[in-house]
């Protein structure tokens, strides 16, 4: 989600520079993932001189507010007669839902409509004033595009998922769509334009589709980096996306100058993904201004039906919503107050309690996904809470696609989300047919265990627990792929390898009876560059040791092998653990990651 860290999309975590060019990034509003590491002035999107929508119904006056008006689903014309003779207008109408976006400047037209007969809730969507774009929206500026020069290292985020050996299997359909429900996303990045999909894309900003040509565009810089996880092209340039053979659209639901994700702009986002055939989409923000919508407010009762009914509704279309988790390093199974609410005037500390939901990443069916630092650790910023995280992914330092041709690193669970929703569409494009719920079912299968640390707010088993959820996703499962046959155990951390020092990566094997096998295999993947310091040995329990590496290789970079040990006179179960000593100096690095098969 753009931040929840600094203002909101899930809010975002920026940190690092562009590719060309040092910028630093802020978080949008509602964002469910950036937070700014660095200092960094307020992002300004850019607009263009305003072009007039396809048609418009009203014409701006102050005072005016937007409002859900929840009825059966169908045509309900004298509903919509009732908002006129009450002072108001339809903005637009999602009768197969039944829900009306009404605008009016009454401020006693909420109260009247409750009374009429056939409508069943009504809520104010926002504590300010519809801004006067809404009835001539401007387009969002197309920005000069950067030239990227050659080159597409595999990253840390992609390697921990194993998604660069998901990618010798399948790099993604290009029959499978995913939304990126976001600030929108630069279609004319090098990066990025490849695999979009225009034809599905569109602004839902202010509350109804806007499909005007680049009405989709980025008004930020949350939705393009986000757009780059999930599936930036596999073409040489820059980065690669987790799956960078499918399809993406921009479903631009941010509204320009706030940058706020209000409830009327999610609905019309989930509408459009369920009509539109989108197998999958990606959600890092939070629905504003409410970062907790309590069922006991009218208003935030109305806005909890309208998203559940809209996010049902593309679920029953065949799509799956992944969303990020939020920001704020907060107990989601555990509230019990709120200080960011509304975000779109002053907020004001109210007591909550687990009845609020955060929306869309509380709706039930939807993946919510939690921040991994480095390694398979719990990110600093990310939310948590037993029953509430269904996975994790890599959150911290992401470098992907930004407006302009550029690159940045940032940081949020904004940026774990697209990483969950882009192992969602390679396993859709694994299995043609696929329903949401068989995927949310794959995804938490193919999910690797993480324990609790050594921290009392981590509640739960290995297998399920509030920080972790199943754990974090894994791409090769993902597409079918599985680890060698036998007992499999695997340690994803990340242990720095300093000049003449020495450190230990543990692996505790369970539920393993006897004595280990004669070919125990032992999977080893160490980053350095001058492998020739190093020696790699293998711990057994009783502390025996086996010798795997011995200061071979002279200056070659990096270890990625497989060893043989005949380790059947130990015993199997225990702590095992590969040691790494660095002996000259010069030239580090750290173990990624290790595994042994029984």
């Given at each position: ?21 040092a910028l630093a990034f802020g978080a949008p509003s509602a964002l469910a993932g950036t937070l700014p590491v660095v200092p960094a002035a307020p992002f300004a999107a850019a607009k263009a001189p ?394 938490a299968l193919q999910a690797n265990d993480i324990a609790c640390p050594s921290d009392s707010r981590c509640t739960g088993t290995t297998a399920n627990n509030g920080f972790f959820g199943e754990g ?127």
């Amino acid at each position: 989600m753009i931040p929840h860290i600094s203002s909101r999309p899930r809010r975002t975590l920026v940190l690092a520079a562009t590719l060309g060019a040092a910028l630093a990034f802020g978080a949008p509003s509602a964002l469910a993932g950036t937070l700014p590491v660095v200092p960094a002035a307020p992002f300004a999107a850019a607009k263009a001189p305003a072009a007039a929508p396809a048609s418009q119904s009203a014409t701006w006056a102050a005072g005016t507010r937007a409002y859900l008006v929840i009825t059966a689903p169908g045509d309900n014309p004298s509903v919509r007669a009732a908002v006129a003779a009450n002072g108001g207008t339809v903005f637009s109408d999602y009768a197969a839902i039944g829900v009306i976006v009404a605008h009016s400047a009454s401020a006693n037209f909420a109260g009247a409509m409750r009374g009429v007969t056939g409508v069943q809730q009504v809520g104010a969507t926002r504590t300010s004033d519809v801004p006067a774009d809404a009835y001539n929206p401007a387009l969002p500026a197309n920005p000069s595009q950067s030239t990227t020069p050659t080159g597409e290292p595999v990253r840390a985020d992609m390697s921990q998922i194993k998604a660069d050996q998901a990618w010798a299997v399948t790099t993604g359909s290009a029959s499978v769509k995913v939304g990126i429900l976001d600030t929108g996303v630069d279609d004319q990045h090098q990066d990025l334009a490849p695999n979009f999909n225009a034809a599905d894309s569109v602004s839902c900003a202010y509350g109804k589709p806007d499909t005007r040509a680049g009405a989709w565009r980025d008004v930020g810089n949350h939705g393009t980096h986000v757009a780059g996880t999930v599936a930036a092209a596999k073409n040489g340039k820059g980065v690669v996306g987790v799956a960078p053979g499918v399809k993406i659209s921009s479903v631009r639901i941010a509204e320009p100058g706030s940058s706020l994700f209000f409830p009327e702009n999610t609905i019309c986002g989930f509408m459009w993904s369920g009509d539109h055939g989108f197998k999958v989409t990606n959600n890092s923000y939070y629905t504003d201004p409410w970062q907790f919508n309590c069922p006991d407010n009218a208003d935030q009762a109305a806005i909890i039906e309208g998203v559940r009914r809209a996010q049902e509704y593309a679920e029953r279309k065949g799509s799956l919503q992944v969303a990020a988790a939020g920001n704020e390093n907060y107990d989601l199974a555990n509230k019990t107050v709120d200080t960011a609410s509304p975000n779109d005037s002053t907020p004001v500390t109210r007591t909550i309690t687990n009845a609020c939901l955060d929306i869309p990443t509380e709706l039930p069916g939807v993946v919510t996904v939690a921040a991994n630092g480095e390694g398979t650790t719990k990110a600093s910023f990310s939310n948590f809470g037993r029953g509430i995280i269904d996975v994790s992914a890599p959150g911290s330092n992401v470098y992907s696609t930004v407006p302009g041709g550029k690159y940045a690193s940032m940081s949020g669970t904004s940026m774990a989300s697209p990483h969950v929703a882009g192992v969602a569409a390679l396993i859709a494009s694994t299995n043609p047919g696929i329903t949401p719920a068989q995927i949310r079912e794959k995804l938490a299968l193919q999910a690797n265990d993480i324990a609790c640390p050594s921290d009392s707010r981590c509640t739960g088993t290995t297998a399920n627990n509030g920080f972790f959820g199943e754990g974090q996703v894994d791409a090769l499962k993902a597409v079918g792929a599985t680890p060698p046959p036998g007992r499999f155990f695997e340690n994803l951390g990340d242990f720095a390898i300093g000049d003449h020092t020495t450190v230990e990566s543990p692996i505790t094997v369970t539920g393993v009876t006897g004595n280990a096998p004669a070919t125990l295999k032992v999977g080893v993947k160490i980053v350095h560059t001058y492998i020739g310091d190093l020696k790699v040995d293998l711990i057994a329990p009783d502390g025996s040791i086996y010798t795997l590496h011995n200061r071979a290789g002279g200056s070659a970079d990096n270890i990625d092998t497989v060893y043989t040990v005949n380790a059947s006179s130990e015993a199997a179960a225990g702590t095992w653990k590969l040691r790494v000593n660095d002996n000259y100096r010069g030239d580090t690095g750290r173990i990624d990651a290790w595994n042994l098969t029984f």
